[in-house]
């Protein structure tokens, strides 16, 4: 019994029924009228209602102000002690870039050395890069999306440009141009600057440029939310298959079906081609789903 | 070569593809290909595990057909192995235990995105376990910020909006800082991979140039990684995500992936930067500290929650600060005592979430002392794995986090001035571990006078995960040894 009770009291303690904290108002204004003297927590209770929540937000913006003024300059002191811009005996002018500049192009069959490097040498970390724009497309899925009884056609409508000739007649004449552009971009990742990454974001941009122009009507029968998730999964997948297998072969010293061709013709260098041609699908359609979910909470 | 030696690759690769996978099917499948995929894995880096038991060794495996300093790679031997085997472990039952939360919690149109997020969290925890990369490193950070963001935001209700912005917040300023540090480490070395990096740093430090550079490299390092993990004081963010998000979700996070960076900075003070570097630069002096301040305050935090899930994750500021002493005190030992807290908390922490669920599930979904009051009467399988979980992270001998308490006060021995801070932290935080676990027990565990007992029936996964984690918390207790000894073996041949 004894026990029972040491424990219930124990409880009740732990329970807050007996605590520490400040006392609520009440309470205090009634403890304030029958003894005189305050208490330090009470007057701390006090002076915090009255001026003590505006001192310690001037406070606290203060010591915001310093403490990013204190890492800004310790950075820009460091920056100071780096390597000077350019110079050749840097330390990132080592065996690592002479490799990717003199046997690039032997190795890869990529003219575009940067292509090379991000989807031949260092492919891994790209497949890394483009499962970002996947995760982050489908975090804003998540976020934005309303349920199947979103939107209605009329209200959809809302979204439509009024009726802008300025805008329309300078669509009209750049979004052709625009895609053309990008598929060229993306085309010739592996010939010229450029690539899968660019070259998508291009054609994202003359999509939401059309989208804005024309209306979500125009754009509908050709991106719908079913079609965005079949190209982006066909796009990845490819991407998972193709460079798994090449990883697969490269760690077990397999041969590998995969050659780079003549280098400078556009099918060459062999995965790269394919490759840039997934990523600049997934930029496209992240870029455009950013923009419908951002508008209209629907694609 | 030998084939298993492709089971890391295989591991990353697949959860990876179950991500992209399950953006194409219907919540019910989703859920079945993730617990698919999740055994695979859990099979792949448990095999792995055996046979780099039985023959320790590292492997260095070629992302592609470029060798080290051209191409990615990853490399891994018994340590990594383990690492990789709890992580699918804990993912695992931690999913099958919170199945019927997801399916409450989140919305209906959300749920597979919830796997997705889920399956490309474990692909980036792996990458960050077995990569030998900065710069892979980078990108799987990115992806695991993205993705912990998402499972907390799941759960889709002005709290947790509120608390994914905040994390959100936090987690790129600790992205930002890793990254400056990426770009600092290349400037300074030209080289991306941890062996060829870690050869150009001993090169620099011995000839004495780009101190300053390097100082601040490790400095960023640090600070991004304790931002990442909740370290005090950068902890403000964790109590808020993991007390609001649904279970499964505060389980995975702080079971994992605030593990996940911790692993990543012990790789990069030993493998890239060198023990004996890092501790004449004075970088663990001030993680120490920081360790010690989060060993109190997190514990003072969690006395004064009234909230069940919040006071667990403040108890998980604490166990961050052990885990953080452990490498603060700048010895193998610590960091040895360290990898073998971060199984212990992944283990425990998880089974402490999903009872603390079962528990609130069993008293109409609230949290706070008042209602959970009885709970273990309504739902006793819940309160014995909370009992058992409380009881480890307090650190009563037979349960798991026995071995690690003790570990770690081992390694502070022979630490000078350090030894007596560690030693009388970890007391002290331990009596008030004590007094916050033992609380919960009591309320737990008390009837309402005249309450008639309304049994709360547990799905059959649930039980199932519960007994597992039980199962799995008591055998780690009572045989700690084998553990460390592979932990041992591992760390010696990350460097």
Same mark, same amino acid.
């Not at chain 1, 009024?162 to 805008?167: A, Q």
């Not at chain 2, 402490?352 to 959970?372: C, E, I, P, V, Y």
């Given at each position: 019994m004894k026990n029972n009770r040491f424990v219930s009291?124990?409880?009740?303690?732990?329970?807050?029924?007996?605590?520490?904290? =400040?006392?609520?108002?009440?309470?205090?204004?009634?403890?304030?009228?029958?003894? $005189?003297?305050k208490t330090v927590a009470e007057r701390y209770y006090k002076w915090y209602e009255k001026s003590g929540y505006q001192t310690f937000k001037s406070a606290y913006i203060v010591a915001a102000v310093l403490i990013a003024s204190i890492i800004i300059g310790a950075l820009l002191l460091t920056v100071s002690y780096l390597p000077p811009y350019g110079e050749y005996a840097n330390p990132v002018n080592n065996e690592v870039t002479e490799r990717y500049i003199e046997k690039g192009m032997e190795e890869t069959g990529a003219v575009n050395i940067v292509a090379g490097v991000i989807l031949d040498y260092r492919a891994f970390d790209t497949f890394g890069e483009s499962c970002v724009l996947f995760v982050a497309s489908c975090s804003v899925m998540m976020l934005m999306?309303?349920?199947? $009884?979103?939107?209605?056609?009329?209200?959809?409508?809302?979204?439509?440009?009024?009726?802008?000739?300025? %805008?329309?007649?300078?669509a009209k004449v750049l979004v052709p141009f625009n895609l053309m552009l990008g598929i060229y971009v993306v085309l010739n990742g592996h010939l010229s600057p450029g690539g899968g990454f660019s070259?998508?974001?291009?054609?994202?941009?003359? %999509?939401?440029?059309?989208?804005?122009?024309?209306?979500?009507?125009?754009?509908? =029968?050709? %991106?719908?939310? $079913?079609?965005? $998730?079949?190209?982006?999964?066909?796009?990845?997948t490819f991407y998972a298959v193709a460079k798994g297998y090449s990883f697969f072969t490269g760690a077990n010293h397999l041969h590998s079906i995969i050659n780079p061709g003549t280098p400078g013709r556009i099918i060459s260098a062999g995965l790269i081609l394919p490759l840039n041609i997934a990523v600049g699908f997934v930029v496209t359609m992240t870029m455009y789903s950013f923009y419908a979910l951002f508008t209209k909470e629907e694609i | 070569m030998p084939f298993i030696a492709n089971f890391p690759f295989f591991c990353i690769l697949i959860t990876m593809f179950g991500g992209i996978l399950t953006s194409m099917v219907n919540n019910k499948w989703a859920f079945r290909i993730n617990t698919v995929i999740i055994t695979a894995t859990l099979v792949l880096n448990g095999t792995l595990l055996m046979f780099l038991i039985k023959d320790p060794q590292y492997f260095t495996y070629m992302m592609g057909h470029y060798p080290a300093p051209w191409g990615n790679e990853i490399r891994f031997g018994p340590l990594e192995a383990l690492m990789g085997t709890v992580f699918s472990f804990v993912t695992l039952f931690s999913l099958i235990s919170g199945k019927t939360e997801i399916f409450e919690d989140v919305k209906t149109k959300n749920i597979h995105y919830f796997y997705i997020m889920i399956n490309l969290l474990l692909s980036s925890l792996f990458a960050l376990v077995y990569t030998n990369d900065l710069f892979t490193a980078y990108v799987f950070v990115e992806i695991n910020t993205i993705a912990a963001c998402a499972i907390v @935001?799941?759960?889709?209700?002005?709290?947790?909006?509120?608390?994914?912005?905040?994390?959100?917040?936090?987690?790129?300023?600790?992205?930002?800082?890793?990254?400056?540090?990426?770009?600092?480490?290349?400037?300074?070395?030209?080289?991306?991979?941890?062996?060829?990096?870690?050869?150009?740093? +001993?090169?620099?430090?011995?000839?004495?140039?780009?101190? +300053?550079?390097?100082?601040?490299?490790?400095?960023? +390092?640090?600070?991004?990684?304790?931002?990442?993990?909740?370290?005090?004081?950068?902890?403000?963010?964790?109590?808020?995500?993991?007390?609001?998000?649904?279970?499964?979700?505060?389980?995975?996070?702080?079971?994992?992936?605030?593990?996940?960076?911790?692993?990543?900075?012990?790789?990069?003070?030993?493998?890239?930067? !060198?023990?004996?570097?890092?501790?004449?630069?004075?970088?663990?002096?001030?993680?120490?500290?920081?360790?010690?301040?989060?060993?109190?305050?997190?514990?003072?935090?969690?006395i004064q929650e009234n909230h069940?899930?919040?006071?667990?994750?403040? /108890?998980?500021?604490?166990?961050?600060?052990?885990?953080?002493?452990?490498? !603060?005190?700048?010895?193998?030992?610590?960091?040895?005592?360290?990898?073998?807290?971060?199984?212990?908390?992944?283990?425990?922490?998880?089974?402490?979430?999903?009872? #603390?669920?079962?528990?609130? /599930?069993?008293?109409?979904? &609230?949290?706070?002392?008042?209602?959970?009051?009885? #709970?273990?009467?309504?739902?006793p399988l819940a309160a014995v794995a909370f009992l058992i979980g409380s009881l480890s992270m307090?650190?009563?001998?037979?349960?798991?986090?026995?071995?690690?308490?003790?570990?770690?006060?081992?390694?502070? @021995?022979?630490?000078?001035? &350090?030894?007596?801070?560690a030693l009388f932290a970890l007391a002290v935080s331990t009596v008030l571990n004590a007094l916050y676990y033992i609380r919960a027990i009591a309320v737990i565990f008390s009837k309402n006078e005249g309450e008639i007992i309304e049994k709360h029936k547990n799905s059959a996964s649930y039980a199932f995960a519960m007994v597992i984690f039980i199962i799995v918390n008591v055998a780690l207790g009572l045989f700690y040894q084998p553990v460390m000894d592979v932990i041992t073996i591992g760390m010696g041949l990350l460097i």
């Open positions: 009291a124990l409880v009740r303690f732990m329970d807050g029924e007996v605590s520490f904290e =400040p006392k609520a108002k009440e309470e205090e204004i009634r403890r304030e009228s029958t003894h $005189k003297e999306k309303k349920g199947k $009884k979103g939107k209605t056609e009329e209200m959809l409508e809302n979204y439509n440009p009024k009726r802008d000739p300025v %805008l329309k007649s300078l070259g998508g974001a291009i054609m994202g941009a003359s %999509l939401i440029l059309f989208s804005s122009a024309f209306g979500y009507r125009k754009v509908r =029968p050709i %991106l719908t939310e $079913k079609v965005i $998730k079949i190209v982006t999964f066909v796009s990845l | @935001m799941a759960k889709e209700n002005g709290k947790t909006l509120a608390a994914t912005m905040r994390y959100l917040i936090m987690s790129l300023l600790g992205s930002g800082l890793f990254l400056l540090s990426i770009v600092l480490v290349y400037g300074i070395t030209g080289q991306l991979l941890m062996v060829p990096a870690h050869e150009a740093i +001993v090169k620099l430090f011995q000839t004495g140039s780009y101190q +300053v550079p390097l100082t601040v490299v490790l400095g960023l +390092v640090c600070v991004a990684m304790a931002i990442k993990s909740a370290l005090f004081p950068f902890h403000t963010w964790l109590s808020h995500a993991h007390g609001s998000a649904t279970t499964a979700s505060s389980a995975i996070l702080s079971g994992l992936v605030l593990k996940g960076y911790i692993i990543m900075l012990i790789k990069i003070i030993v493998r890239v930067v !060198g023990l004996d570097i890092v501790v004449q630069l004075k970088a663990v002096n001030i993680l120490f500290v920081m360790a010690v301040l989060a060993m109190i305050v997190g514990s003072v935090k969690a069940i899930k919040r006071m667990i994750a403040f /108890s998980s500021v604490a166990q961050m600060g052990y885990i953080y002493l452990g490498i !603060g005190l700048g010895n193998m030992a610590g960091l040895i005592a360290a990898c073998f807290h971060i199984i212990v908390h992944a283990i425990t922490k998880p089974m402490l979430f999903s009872s #603390a669920g079962g528990l609130a /599930s069993a008293s109409h979904h &609230k949290k706070d002392w008042g209602h959970l009051r009885g #709970a273990a009467y309504r739902n307090i650190g009563i001998p037979f349960f798991a986090g026995f071995g690690a308490k003790y570990y770690l006060s081992m390694a502070a @021995m022979d630490m000078g001035a &350090k030894m007596w801070v």
